[in-house]
């Protein structure tokens, strides 16, 4: 599996950026596809996921109503909208697929996780 990312770079508060992740060589059609991020000396966290099945989405509870996730299935391309970002939204936001849910609600990921290169996103005036 292979998973190209692009759309990071430098964006004001309150501004609006989109991050894009094209994969490639999947090989199941039903899986959690999404965006983790890591911010300077903190844990990597899940931000959003989709269903390649259905289209339900996932968002963790720092950007639920801030960021949206989607795809278009037939280019294996996989969306981040982030609207109204603050400095607290600057990372590197990976793309991630397959994803997992977890019992306690959150995102995770397995030993067979594929990343993106990831994509540097800053917020900064």
């Known amino acids: 599996v292979q998973l190209v990312e692009s759309g990071g770079g430098l964006v004001q508060p309150g501004g609006s950026l989109r991050l894009s992740c094209v994969a490639s060589?999947?090989?199941?059609?039903?899986?959690?596809i999404g965006w983790f991020r890591q911010a300077p000396g903190k844990e990597r966290d899940g931000v959003a996921c989709?269903?390649?099945?259905?289209?339900?989405?996932y968002y963790s509870d720092s950007v639920k109503g801030q960021f949206t996730i989607s795809r278009d299935n037939a280019k294996n391309v996989v969306y981040l909208t982030m609207n109204t970002v603050s400095p607290e939204d600057t990372a590197v936001y990976y793309c991630?697929?397959?994803?997992?849910?977890?019992?306690?609600?959150?995102?995770?990921?397995?030993?067979?996780?594929?990343w993106g290169q990831g994509s540097q996103v800053n917020v900064s005036s």
């Open positions: 991630a697929v397959p994803i997992v849910i977890t019992t306690e609600l959150r995102m995770g990921f397995l030993d067979i996780t594929s």
């Open positions: 060589g999947l090989t199941s059609d039903d899986y959690l």
């Open positions: 989709i269903s390649s099945v259905n289209g339900d989405t």
